[in-house]
């Protein structure tokens, strides 16, 4: 175990720079954006922009990676990324920001998915929960490191901008000066909507309609903090506070749908989200600590929903399936995160900034409503042949890739040989 951890060690010091850049880009434009005073639709289409660059690059950039390998490729897509946000810092255009945020959720995609088949490879069956754990770990400490860094520096110089740069060029170096032999081909996932549906309508639907809320939040919880009167340290600790309430709360969450009707969770956890993100459109509140609590709140219970929702829906499939349809369910989750930004923006410009909260909500009481019908049509597995939940980032942090999503994957025991005790596996 310690010399399986040790081989990923450099890869996952490059990591954690990685996701540092996107946290502190990822929050950086919509801030910046907001005191240039572009119009919130338009910085909800930051998000739209990059949750759609991502999406493809989860289609395309398998093949480009066998086409070129995987060092040439990660050094190609990392550059890219590195590039784009010192750019950014030069050019201050709106419509150059969408445009460049959309290649830049392409490179992540891509460079995402090199580190997560390269932890694949060094992964057996006794290291793959360490190492999932590890790595999940270590992209929510580089998200919120990087969000943290916003009060450091005025945001209106383009010095946070070339810090991006910085942390993206660090992050290159570990894949890029290994010696260590390329892992196996990049592996696409389709995705098959029917078949989705069928496997489970709620986590189909619920995940989607997850995207959608994480979406608009993820991209547009700067601006609404700006909006109600925040200030950029502010801004940064609410943002950073509800990844790591979200964190804190899928084991508790996780555990209790491992115990009773993950509906059952999936529909208590969206009421809670409905209702923080009510209160705060009804009650304005004008305590910054008060606000930022109920925000946490929202977080803690919000980013808890997509993998209870994962959860059920491999609980209905076979375990030859599970990266299918875990894969299918991330670029199910991606869609929805194109939506929900692009939604998000104009009620908010319309209503107000706080009015972020009443898409959320709706999507929130969309989910409850429906997995208590489905609750009602179909009965769970019982307990003892459900499969255990597994941790996953989301909402304000980066997408897991199909590749990412493998290091999940169950182990099944080994097949009896010809001739023992037949043996039921499930």
Same mark, same amino acid.
């Given at each position: 175990?310690?010399?399986?951890?040790?081989?990923?060690?450099?890869?996952?010091?490059?990591?954690?720079?990685?996701?540092?850049?996107?946290?502190?880009?990822?929050?950086?434009?919509?801030?910046?954006?907001?005191?240039?005073?572009?119009?919130?639709?338009?910085?909800?289409?930051?998000?739209?922009?990059?949750?759609?660059?991502?999406?493809?690059?989860?289609?395309?950039?398998?093949?480009?990676?066998?086409?070129?390998?995987?060092?040439?490729?990660?050094?190609?897509?990392?550059?890219?990324?590195?590039?784009?946000?010192?750019?950014?810092?030069?050019?201050?255009?709106?419509?150059?920001?969408?445009?460049?945020?959309?290649?830049?959720?392409?490179?992540?995609?891509?460079?995402?998915?090199?580190?997560?088949?390269?932890?694949?490879?060094?992964?057996?069956?006794?290291?793959?929960?360490?190492?999932?754990?590890?790595?999940?770990?270590?992209?929510?400490?580089?998200?919120?490191?990087?969000?943290?860094?916003?009060?450091?520096?005025?945001?209106?110089?383009?010095?946070?901008?070339?810090?991006?740069?910085?942390?993206?060029?660090?992050?290159?170096? &570990?894949?890029?000066?290994?010696?260590?032999?390329?892992?196996? &081909?990049?592996?696409?996932?389709?995705?098959?909507?029917?078949?989705?549906?069928?496997?489970?309508?709620?986590?189909?639907?619920?995940?989607?309609?997850?995207?959608?809320?994480?979406?608009?939040?993820?991209?547009?919880?700067?601006?609404?903090?700006?909006?109600?009167?925040?200030?950029?340290?502010?801004?940064?600790?609410?943002?950073?506070?509800?990844?790591?309430?979200?964190?804190?709360?899928?084991?508790?969450?996780?555990?209790?749908?491992?115990?009773?009707?993950?509906?059952?969770?999936?529909?208590?956890?969206?009421?809670?989200?409905?209702?923080?993100?009510?209160?705060?459109?009804?009650?304005?509140?004008?305590?910054?600590?008060?606000?930022?609590?109920?925000?946490?709140?929202?977080?803690?219970?919000?980013?808890?929903?997509?993998?209870?929702?994962?959860?059920?829906?491999?609980?209905?499939?076979?375990?030859?399936?599970?990266?299918?349809?875990?894969?299918?369910?991330?670029?199910?989750?991606?869609?929805?995160?194109?939506?929900?930004?692009?939604?998000?923006?104009?009620?908010?410009?319309?209503?107000?900034?706080?009015?972020?909260?009443?898409?959320?909500?709706?999507?929130?009481?969309?989910?409850?409503?429906?997995?208590?019908?489905?609750?009602?049509?179909?009965?769970?597995?019982?307990?003892?042949?459900?499969?255990?939940?597994?941790?996953?980032?989301?909402?304000?942090?980066?997408?897991?890739?199909?590749?990412?999503?493998?290091?999940?994957?169950?182990?099944?025991?080994?097949?009896?040989?010809?001739?023992?005790?037949?043996?039921?596996?499930?």
């Amino acid at each position: 175990m310690k010399r399986n951890l040790l081989s990923v060690a450099a890869l996952l010091f490059g990591t954690l720079f990685l996701f540092m850049g996107n946290g502190l880009q990822g929050i950086l434009l919509p801030v910046r954006g907001n005191l240039e005073g572009y119009h919130t639709t338009t910085l909800g289409l930051l998000g739209t922009s990059w949750a759609t660059g991502f999406v493809v690059g989860c289609l395309v950039a398998p093949k480009m990676v066998r086409r070129v390998g995987h060092v040439r490729a990660f050094s190609g897509f990392i550059s890219i990324i590195a590039i784009i946000a010192l750019v950014s810092g030069i050019i201050i255009d709106p419509i150059w920001w969408v445009v460049l945020r959309a290649v830049t959720g392409f490179s992540t995609a891509g460079t995402s998915m090199i580190i997560e088949s390269w932890l694949n490879e060094r992964a057996t069956n006794e290291s793959r929960g360490a190492i999932f754990s590890l790595y999940i770990g270590i992209t929510l400490l580089g998200v919120v490191a990087g969000q943290m860094m916003i009060p450091l520096q005025d945001v209106r110089t383009p010095v946070l901008f070339m810090v991006c740069g910085i942390f993206y060029c660090i992050a290159m170096l &570990p894949t890029t000066l290994s010696t260590a032999a390329s892992p196996q &081909p990049l592996k696409a996932v389709k995705l098959d909507l029917p078949a989705l549906y069928r496997n489970s309508p709620v986590s189909c639907l619920g995940i989607l309609l997850v995207g959608i809320a994480n979406g608009a939040y993820g991209t547009l919880g700067a601006v609404f903090g700006a909006g109600a009167g925040l200030s950029d340290t502010s801004i940064a600790v609410m943002m950073s506070s509800t990844i790591f309430a979200g964190a804190l709360m899928q084991l508790p969450a996780g555990r209790l749908s491992d115990r009773i009707d993950r509906r059952y969770v999936l529909a208590a956890m969206s009421a809670i989200a409905a209702l923080a993100g009510l209160l705060i459109v009804v009650l304005h509140p004008s305590s910054p600590a008060f606000l930022i609590g109920l925000v946490i709140l929202y977080g803690a219970v919000a980013n808890t929903l997509y993998p209870v929702a994962v959860a059920h829906a491999n609980d209905f499939a076979s375990s030859e399936d599970f990266v299918k349809v875990s894969g299918g369910l991330l670029l199910l989750y991606g869609i929805g995160t194109v939506i929900g930004p692009t939604i998000g923006g104009p009620v908010m410009s319309i209503v107000s900034p706080h009015a972020l909260f009443l898409v959320t909500a709706l999507a929130h009481v969309l989910i409850t409503a429906y997995a208590i019908i489905r609750s009602r049509v179909r009965a769970p597995v019982p307990v003892g042949e459900r499969e255990a939940y597994t941790t996953i980032p989301t909402g304000t942090s980066p997408m897991l890739t199909p590749e990412g999503m493998s290091l999940a994957e169950r182990t099944l025991p080994t097949p009896p040989e010809s001739g023992d005790p037949e043996v039921k596996y499930g």
